[in-house]
T-cell receptor
Framework: GESVGLHLPTLSVQEGDNSIINCAYS??????FIWYKQESGKGPQFIID?????DKRQGQRVTVLLNKTVKHLSLQIAATQPGDSAVYFC????????????FGKGTMLLVSP | KAGVTQTPRYLIKTRGQQVTLSCSPI?????VSWYQQTPGQGLQFLFE???????NKGNFPGRFSGRQFSNSRSEMNVSTLELGDSALYLC???????????FGAGTRLSVL
C-alpha cells in the first residue's frame, strides 16, 4: 500500500553541523505534511508543517523543503545540538477532510558533542 | 495552556481482559485522533473524532473502539486483549480537522 518512507534509519552528526533528514512519500494526493520529533518515553512533538502549495517553510533552526515533482520532503536542522538527538518522523495528510496522518518509519538522529 | 493528557501512563493486562484509555485534549481543541505505536509497525492510525462523531477509522479489528464526549475528552477501549496489542497508544488533538495535531505522552500497554 501507499506509505511514507524514510531513506536513512540513523543519522549521526557532530554538534554544530547541519542535519538533513529525508522522507519520500508516494501519494500525490497528499496536501499537508508535518515533521515530528520523538524523544525516548515521550509522545511526538510538533516541529514544523508545510502545505502542498508551498515549497519551503522555515522555523527556528529548522527548514522543511517539499518537492512535489519527486514526492520528497526534507527537514534541515541548523547548528545541530545534542538536545536534537531523537527520532524524527515525517507524516502526510492525504487530500481529504480528515486529520488522519500516515507516518514514516522514522529516522534516529544522534548528535555527538 | 495544558497539553494533551493521557491516563494512565502505564498499564499491565493479561490476555482476554479489556482496557480503557483516556485522553483529555488541549483546551479548545475539538478534534481527537488515536494512534498505536509499535517497534515493528511504527505509528498507525486508529480513530479520529470531531464533535463526538467518529469521522475516520483505521484498519484495526472491531475489538478496538472509541468515543468522544461533549467536552471533547476521548476514550478508547480494547476488548479481548491479545499479546500483539502491547504498544504505546498515543492521542493527539487539534483545533479542527487538518490542523496541527499535538500529541500526549501516551499510554504504554503491556499484555501478558
Amino acid at each position: 500500500g501507499e506509505s511514507v518512507g524514510l531513506h536513512l534509519p540513523t543519522l549521526s552528526v557532530q554538534e554544530g553541523d547541519n542535519s538533513i533528514i529525508n522522507c519520500a512519500y508516494s501519494n500525490s494526493a497528499s496536501d499537508y505534511f508535518i515533521w515530528y520529533k520523538q524523544e525516548s518515553g515521550k509522545g511526538p512533538q510538533f516541529i514544523i508543517d508545510i502545505r502542498s502549495n508551498m515549497d519551503k517553510r522555515q522555523g527556528q533552526r529548522v527548514t522543511v523543503l517539499l518537492n512535489k515533482t519527486v514526492k520528497h520532503l526534507s527537514l534541515q536542522i541548523a547548528a545541530t545540538q545534542p538536545g536534537d538527538s531523537a527520532v524524527y518522523f515525517c507524516a502526510e495528510n492525504r487530500n481529504s477532510g480528515y486529520s488522519t496522518l500516515t507516518f514514516g518509519k522514522g529516522t534516529m538522529l544522534l548528535v555527538s558533542p | 495552556k495544558a497539553g494533551v493528557t493521557q491516563t494512565p501512563r502505564y498499564l499491565i493486562k493479561t490476555r482476554g481482559q479489556q482496557v480503557t484509555l483516556s485522553c483529555s485534549p488541549i483546551s479548545g481543541h475539538r478534534s481527537v485522533s488515536w494512534y498505536q505505536q509499535t517497534p515493528g509497525q511504527g505509528l498507525q492510525f486508529l480513530f479520529e473524532y470531531f464533535s463526538e462523531t467518529q469521522r475516520n477509522k483505521g484498519n484495526f479489528p472491531g475489538r478496538f473502539s472509541g468515543r468522544q464526549f461533549s467536552n471533547s475528552r476521548s476514550e478508547m477501549n480494547v476488548s479481548t486483549l491479545e499479546l500483539g496489542d502491547s504498544a504505546l497508544y498515543l492521542c493527539a488533538s487539534s483545533l479542527a480537522p487538518k490542523n496541527i495535531q499535538y500529541f500526549g505522552a501516551g499510554t504504554r500497554l503491556s499484555v501478558l
